[in-house]
């Protein structure tokens, strides 16, 4: 925590202007703010944290516009920021500059629920929105392991999803419109300026151009989503098997009997081990090398034959194995799985469980060999870790266990992250499958995308010609 | 007892940010300095020593309500409010000791008022006991109105002068003697629900003594034979958060004993901080395994009155008046004592009556011990916010569970001038109208 660059306080003009714009309460320029402004939940920003020289909380599109007119004026980065929940470093300011805190723009304006759809500000966190919907009985599916704190502008900005992507899809999939503030201060409506239909080919498609753009090309104030009904109930079948390249064929064997579970999760031996220190009452098996949990969906009779099928489906690969139709029962057998993120920090004493490699995606064939040469990688760096993730579409998490005072482990675990990396390209995947590039992944794009890269830069050079939005992210122009 | 300490507690913190959408202080003005994460840094910095200690810091952390909301949500139980006490302490030595620090000290004669209401009137029920005496000659006496009328309070502050409006009426020292060591269960047709010792609390017993003998009663009644140990004394709590850790373990001795000797299944409490505090004990003895092992069974024993009575008990008949009642949780009753709606679940349980969800009732009131008299400011802004939620649900009767909890509500419900529409109440003081309306003979 050391590494901390503190920038020159910013021009004495730029700032009263600032001040005219947000008032004195919501520009912040003390030392402990800049402090608490200098990360987000990336490992990257606990070793070295990026400080801004300002930091302003918005209430609405105005003052996010006039905000990013006076930055073109004076050339000063502006770097968006939701709840900071990212593992990337994507909101931090690695070049000083504002803060623009946008998670108080946090007003759910419309639930249309006539027309399946809501219209929010992008600070809306995932879960309370949610819940506002639920007295409609419809929801937003998209579901990252951080829908308790994620704003949805943040999860468009990345387009993240969660274990339910294998069914449900992305959050691409549920973005409408927008409202965005370009890099010029300019505010633009997409998918038609008062369109609220729930399909359009009209124009080019500039919502799914901004979405996932990391605010590298625009800022979003406000968002037109579409949303599904809940589902009435679910199943949960919990299986565990003596080697991983079985847990890999029960997942094939699933798809091909037409089942389509809403999520598919694999845990591994660490993670298992690390989830019975956790809650020693769950009593996982402890020396099979693999877990899978399936979920499926739907009315009550519906689960009830697809667990069934699911079990006849999956019983000649597995030696364990639990499952029920029962919410109260099901809740029980999912929290194997939600306790795991945090149960691996538990692995080794005094560890510290870190994300970096943390987001690789392979196909599906090639989930047992990934997950075998991560294990070989880390045992020749002398590292724990666990690894976990949604099967389904073979996006993993790996969380490496170390202690932060042991430099030499320090050292090589961020060997190990870029090994991990260059494995997921090697095996015909990607870099990061729902948590982004930001500042940890840049270093990758070039490989994994080629001339591709270019395009990308040009696209950037064309809308932020100041190159004043979140600059020094994703590989783009510095 | 905590698996960590605090010091260790903080480096596991990954800054995930499941704490941020629970914080009361982060809710309102949405600054990430206002949040747990920001707290952990600043604290831990300080603690680390890679900033200063100045007073910029030192308004930033007192901003912090402790409330322990944060701690709930964290996947990994980082601690902290412990971590933002422990930064406390640490520019508490500070501004003691160095010259180099900007930060205001402490005036001595307030400091010295301070000490000595600690060591000697919390910690000893007898001084207290004439405080009361004295607050409730202020009441009857006419010296209130007289100095209502004279306006002698606009020389204090804003808020002390809300405070003392609403400070409810003492018993008169006739009513205030000690409780009946022994109280049988009610239910005499049946056996007893189990041996339950009464822990009265110190300004609790003094200040809501009513409240404290229709706890008894609601024990006695819901089928517990109740014991209340004479040799009580203060929870320690207080002690304990401002730094007096030696006074907090010798009073924790104290109880230890004397409820060792009650021999009883549980030990019962009507205030969400104090019950917070009793189950924390074996924290005070982390070092000291000659008393681990007595604090490790004296915390496990500890319940709060609604826990017990709705999972061993038996709730007597009641009767509502067809009013619509809603439930503003305690922060220690719901984040450390994990209690989340027994108190919702009993409210419930009373015909002719309806109960309707708080929103939000996730936040802190802002009461947080004297944290409306340091941070008028955002406490202000946090029970107005509380107010409006609690108007929303259009109910007649606002319930509490802890005192501080309580006053703050009924400050909240004065600063909108709504005393004839929401009556503010302890869940056991609700309850036992009920019962009692029950009693008389009014079907609902």
Known sequence: ?478 | MKLLTAEESMKTCVRCGACRNVCPTLNITGREADGPRGRVLMARSLIEGNIPVNQEIKDQLDRCLLCSACVDACPIDVQVPDIVMLAKERIAAETETSVQTDIKKPVYPARTFKDYFFDHVLANQKRLNTVGNLLWFYQKSGLQSVTRGLGILKFFPEQMRQMERITPPILPPSRRKHHPEYTPSANKEKEPRGRAAFFHGCIMDVMFRETNDNSIKLLSKSGFDVVTPKAQVCCGALHHHSGKKDKAIELAKANIQAFEEANVDYIVTNAGGCGAALAEYTDLFRDDPRWLERAKSFSEKIRDISEIIYEKGEMPAAAGRGERVTYQPSCHLQYVMKVKDAPAKLVKQVPNSEYVDLPEKKYCCGSAGIYNLLQPKLANEILDKKMTRVKETESAVLITANPGCFLQMKLGVHREGMEKQIQTLHVVDYLMESIERAESGCQP
């Open chain 1, 1 to 478: 925590m050391n590494e901390t660059m503190t920038p020159p306080p910013l021009d004495e003009n730029a700032l009263s202007r600032l001040r005219n714009i947000f008032g004195e309460d919501r520009l912040l320029t003390n030392d402990t703010d800049m402090m608490t402004y200098s990360y987000d939940a990336s490992f990257e920003t606990q070793l070295r944290p990026k400080n801004p020289q300002a930091a302003v909380i918005a209430l609405s599109t105005e003052e996010v516009s006039e905000c990013v007119k006076l930055a073109n004026e004076y050339q000063i980065p502006v770097y968006p920021r939701g709840a900071a929940t990212g593992q990337t470093g994507g909101a931090v300011p690695v070049k000083g500059g504002i803060m623009l805190d946008l998670s108080k723009m946090n007003r759910i304006i419309e639930i249309d629920h006539r027309n399946m759809q809501a219209i929010i500000e992008p600070g809306v966190i995932q879960n309370d929105l949610n819940e506002a919907l639920k007295p409609y009985g419809l929801r937003f599916p998209p579901d990252p392991g951080s829908a308790n704190m994620c704003t949805v502008g943040g999860m468009v900005s990345n387009n993240s999803s969660g274990l339910r992507a294998v069914k449900y899809g992305v959050t691409r999939h549920y973005v409408l419109g927008m409202e965005v503030v370009l890099p010029t201060g300019d505010i633009i409506v997409t998918g038609g300026a008062k369109s609220k239909a729930l399909k359009s080919v009209s124009g080019y498609d500039l919502a799914h151009l901004m979405i996932g753009s990391e605010g590298t090309l625009g800022i979003v104030t406000r968002l037109r989503l579409k949303l599904l009904p809940l589902p009435v109930t679910r199943g949960i079948v919990l299986c565990s098997f003596e080697r991983l390249e079985e847990a890999g064929e029960a997942v094939n064997a699933v798809f091909s009997s037409g089942l389509q579970p809403s999520a598919i999760e694999i845990m591994d031996f660490n993670c298992t081990k690390a989830v019975n220190m956790m809650k020693p009452e769950l009593n996982l098996p402890l020396d099979n090398e693999a877990i899978l949990v399936f979920e499926v969906d739907g009315a009550k009779e519906e689960v009830t034959s697809q667990v069934n099928r699911l079990r006849t489906v999956v019983e000649k690969y597995t030696n364990y194995i639990k499952f029920s139709d029962e919410p109260e029962e099901c809740e029980k057998l999912w929290q194997a799985r939600k306790l795991v993120g945090a149960a691996v920090g538990l692995l080794k004493p005094g560890g510290f469980r870190v994300y970096g490699g943390e987001d690789i995606c392979v196909p599906i064939s090639k989930l047992p060999e990934t997950l075998r040469e991560i294990h070989n990688i880390a045992g020749r760096y002398g590292i724990i870790c666990g690894i976990y993730g949604h099967v389904g579409d073979g996006n993993m998490h790996t969380g490496p266990v170390v202690n932060m005072n042991n430099q030499l482990e320090m050292e090589n675990v961020e060997k190990m992250i870029d090994d991990i990396h260059e494995l997921a390209i090697r095996m015909e995947g990607t870099t990061t499958a729902e948590h982004g590039v930001g500042i940890v992944r840049a270093k990758y794009m070039d490989v994994e995308h080629g001339a591709a890269m270019e395009v990308m830069r040009a696209i950037k050079k064309t809308l932020d010609p100041n190159n004043i939005l979140n600059p020094g992210k994703m590989a783009l122009p510095n």
